[in-house]
């Protein structure tokens, strides 16, 4: 097929992908997935400043059953900085706000969460929860980081696992120490398995990994990945490379290796300024259709969403495509 033709039946494709998440159907639900949302220097000013850095973007957030980010940052007001690393992030808890209007869930399993140390960390959890953002990828011990957070939307039990495996290590929880899952094989494909038996339909680990800077994601990240979905993932979605890199099938499940960055400033190269909201259509039997849209973040950090062709998927296709995503659409969130 050209590339014209596939991107005319995916407008068709795309087009019936927005009316289907907000159909009302038992057993199907759409999910957003965002990469890298930090909510300190540029895009905490634009807070103080009383606007919203999801705003451009909420007519493609807010209809999703499940709405999932990466937040790339502590919200705290206590702790100290890591005296070591070159770049510690902690966000005032004003941008609890605007994340919460716009975010079920936040994957805590990144490199900058615990950059004011484990009492920061701590209390960003009490903070979350005080706004009702379920986190996962971190706890207040090593069991809890590595504890599955199954949500349920439509009659399906979602269950998100997050892993870093980017350096410090000093940021992983211990048995008795608050901080996040790192991803060791062997503990990975047994909470995804603890996942299951806890009753959850789909599995989806988002994960923290991968060379900055690298389009392409490395033979660590691919083995990882196809080691989840042979152990019953549905789905792998990852991010920390500040770009977007490529996009697989292995056995017919969908594996998004970096979203690249979503809020976020610093950066000059066009390249960490573009990221990816990913959409999922799913059921019990998993992914059903996935697609993006492709955001360019401004100088303050704020993501804007571009109608560029990005990369979608349908069950049963053995390879992803390029799409044009549907004309974004303001819906009603439905739960
Ligand atoms: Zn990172």
Redesign the pocket.
Known sequence: MTVVLRIAACVVACASFAISAVADAADEATIVFVG?VMLDDGPGRVVARGRDPFGPFAAHIDGADLRVANL?CVVARGGTAEPDKPWTFRAHPRVLRPLARHFDAVSLA???SGDYGPAAFAEMLGRLDRHRVAWFGGGHDLAEAHRARIVERHGLRIALLGYDE?FPRSFEAQPDTPGVAWSEDDQVVRDIAEARHAGADLVIPFM?WGWEHETTASARQRRLARLMIDAGADAVIGG?PHVVQDVEIHRGRPIVYSLGNFVFDGFDAPVNNTGWLLRLAVDREGVRRADVVVARIDRDGVPHPARDAAPCWERGEDAWTTCIPDRPRRSTRRR
């Open positions: 890298d790339e990144n490199n900058h980017f923290h920390h």
